[in-house]
């Protein structure tokens, strides 16, 4: 199947929203429910820095029993730039998740994140915990996430830090001249395929939705997403005595953007963490998206089941 079947085919799952922020910043929030059909949970989507719904195969089938609500970054994804450049860090990142739930009418509920987004629901869930339910994490942290990059490789979380900042630094600074190769770079299943050998992702099951993922992450300005990155890497960590809500974090054995160990260690320091390793990369949920899916409806009912309780 062409990458433009495989957005077609899953287009019918989607419906789009146009949503102020506080500060007037327009976004693009997007739900899996655009007929107001389902009938499961709702949960709140934080997601990976300048990422698509396409990230999440599992949330586009029929029948996921999941509704979902989520929104892209500022300045990716059809959602503004901010009047003021700098307003892109995980506090307005905060700002903006709390405009889209009370556009979709969410008082309260379980917040999903992954990657930078794990930053964004745990800060959501320590200032505003009467908005939060319980908080379900895959392959990300609660803060200081650049210190736990490239954990595989076990280096110092200072040297981890200073590394991946610097890079970042150096890709904001030479993005203007990268981006027309990277917007015009040839995305498809054989794309897919090479870069499941590198180590960096793994085999995708769905490697046509896999490549409108990578190609819609591509549309974002190599310079504007390092600006983002690097704002958000002044995102110290979330105090966890905060979190009095029950917690799951889904780590990936070889995930080179998020610590694995430091997931595990935040999963021990909440009151009601649970934590579960998969074997795979940071992209464990386009990976095992069924093994991930099933995870999140666990916790869904364990959440109910203490609400009722």
């Known amino acids: 199947m062409p990458i433009s079947a495989a957005r077609a085919a899953t287009a019918t799952a989607l419906s789009f929203h146009d949503v102020l922020s506080d500060d007037g910043t327009r976004l693009r929030a997007w739900t899996n ?8 949970p709702t949960v709140v989507l934080c997601n990976g820095l300048g990422t698509s719904p396409w990230t999440w195969p599992a949330l586009l089938r029929p029948g ?20 003021d450049p700098d307003r892109v860090g995980i506090e307005e990142f905060v700002e903006d998740g709390l405009s889209v739930m009370d556009h979709f009418g969410i008082d309260r509920a379980v917040l999903m994140g992954w990657s930078m987004g794990v930053n964004t629901m745990f800060e959501l869930a320590a200032e505003h915990p009467h908005r ?41 600074l030479t993005g203007k001249a990268l981006t027309p190769i990277a917007s015009r770079l040839p995305v498809g299943p054989r794309t897919v395929d090479v870069l499941s050998h ?18 819609e992450f591509l549309k974002t300005p190599v310079d504007w997403y390092f600006h983002l ?31 694995t160990r430091h997931m595990m260690s935040a999963a021990e320091r909440v009151q009601e963490g649970t934590y579960v390793e998969l074997r795979g990369s940071h992209f464990i949920q386009m990976e095992q998206p069924e093994r991930v899916h099933q995870l999140l409806l666990d916790f869904l009912a364990q959440v109910d089941q203490e609400r009722v309780a």
């Open 132 to 172: 939060v339910a319980g908080l379900f994490a895959v392959a990300g942290v609660p803060g200081d996430t650049f210190s736990t990059m490239l954990g595989p490789l076990r280096l110092p979380r200072v040297a981890a830090r200073a590394l991946t900042v610097n890079l970042s630094k150096v890709l904001k």
């Open 64 to 83: 996921c029993g999941v509704r979902v609500v989520s929104w892209n970054h500022r300045g990716t994804g059809g959602s503004e730039r901010p009047r």
């Open 229 to 259: 990155a690097l704002r958000t890497s002044e995102h110290g960590r979330v105090s966890l005595s905060r979190i009095s809500v029950p917690v799951m974090l889904v780590g990936a054995t070889f995930d080179l953007l998020s610590g």
């Open 198 to 215: 590198t180590g960096f992702m793994f085999s995708m099951p769905d490697p046509e939705l896999t490549a409108v993922a990578i190609s």
């Open 33 to 40: 429910d655009p007929d107001g059909l389902i009938e499961g």
